[in-house]
Nanobody, 124 residues
């Protein structure tokens, strides 16, 4: 059974940092793109960042470019999202997901597996 478990969320002051982790189990995802999405209350789920299977290519939403960094550790089936300079607009539930192919994608429909999410709250 495929399982994605996010961790690292919490409450942080504006300007602070958090590092989210996503642990995948049930099969190896080496070679598959992975992404992070987020959903704020009353809003649709939105793309944050994605990385290709080999970890050599990344894409980011404009709203987080320069502040967030996605990375992966294929040997351990882990994906990370380092978030710096957080602001109140970053408050959301953050989800990791595994793509249906090797590239990264900003479209939720390109992802086959999703975690349960981890809450990030930024206080101003």
């Amino acid at each position: 059974q495929v399982q994605l478990i996010e961790s690292g969320g919490g409450l942080v002051q504006a300007g602070g940092s958090l590092r989210l982790s996503c642990a995948a189990s049930g099969r190896t995802f080496r070679g598959y793109g992975m992404g992070w999405f987020r959903q704020a209350p009353g809003k649709e789920r939105e793309f944050v960042a994605a990385i290709n299977g080999g970890g050599s290519s990344t894409i980011y939403a404009d709203s987080v470019k320069g502040r967030f960094t996605i990375s992966r550790e294929n040997v351990n089936n882990l994906v990370y999202l380092q978030m710096n300079s957080l602001n109140s607009e970053d408050t959301a539930v953050y989800y990791c997901a595994v793509a249906r192919f090797s590239g990264g994608s900003s479209s939720p429909s390109d992802y086959a597996y999703w975690g349960q999410g981890t809450q990030v709250t930024v206080s101003s």
